[in-house]
């Protein structure tokens, strides 16, 4: 169950009116993302993230009322925790993230595009990652806005880029474009998957303009190829 992200619990008094939301330019007869994205196997990644060192000092809830029992994990060149996936619309409104498909719709994310509006879940795939907190702290490992993510479930690899915050004490979330990359059911009401997703952030990675989601690929490649052939 998704819970009202940090951005809407601390914002909710300083929402645009609906009217003077930027539309996201958008056409549905375009797929916003690759089926498969690069040439490193989702089972080569997992392989890479079999064992956990676990590097938050708690552990996460998958969902509000679940139990916490979701680390947070460290290599050297990356973070990685294993939990579901919750449908994150918020950001620009479009014909699928808005008030009317998704009763938790903040037209805020924690990042914003160059030209000052909010991300598009729509469009970009991104993920969403904890409220700094004492759990965890994901700035001190080298996770920030624009981070690039390999985000994998059963044999689909999809990159992502670190686009919102999230509650301090839940995990396991991303954009309606990283769902729908995965195969996942990406409606924010009732899709989604409780298990089988694997998030892997590597450290001090960004992208510039977060929104380029075609940059996000190439990094996200190239590092994914380095991390699996442990360079």
């Known amino acids: 169950m998704r819970v009202p992200s940090l951005t809407l619990a601390v914002a909710c008094a300083a929402l ?5 939301l930027p ?4 056409r549905f007869d375009e797929e916003p993302v690759a089926w498969r994205e690069g040439d490193v196997r989702a089972a080569d990644l997992l392989a ?4 956990c060192v676990q590097i938050s000092r708690g552990r996460y809830r998958s969902d509000d009322g679940k139990p916490a029992n979701i680390p947070v994990c460290g290599t050297r060149d990356a973070v990685f925790w294993k939990a579901d996936l919750d449908i994150d ?9 808005n008030r009317r498909s998704d009763p938790l719709f903040s037209p805020l994310t924690a990042y914003q595009q160059t030209d000052g509006r909010y991300l598009s879940a729509e469009r970009l795939p991104y993920i969403v990652v904890p409220a700094a907190s004492g759990i965890w702290n994901h700035r001190a490992h080298g996770v920030h806005g624009g981070a690039v993510a390999a985000v994998v479930y059963r044999d689909r690899v999809q990159y992502a880029v670190v686009g919102d915050i999230g509650p301090h004490d839940i ?3 991303a954009s309606y474009a990283t769902a729908k990359g995965l195969g996942i059911t990406p409606d924010p009401r009732g ?7 694997t998030y892997i952030v590597f450290r001090d ?3 510039k ?13 190239r590092l994914a190829r380095m991390f699996v052939n442990g360079k």
């Open 16 to 20: 645009l009116a609906p009217a003077l």
């Open 23 to 26: 539309a996201a330019d958008f």
């Open 48 to 51: 890479k993230v079999r064992d």
């Open 89 to 97: 619309c918020d950001g620009q409104t479009g014909p699928r993230c």
């Open 171 to 173: 995990i396991g979330e």
């Open 191 to 197: 899709g989604g998957t409780p298990s089988g997703v």
């Open 205 to 207: 990675s960004q992208v």
């Open 209 to 221: 303009p977060i929104e380029d989601h075609a940059a996000a690929v190439a990094t996200g490649q």
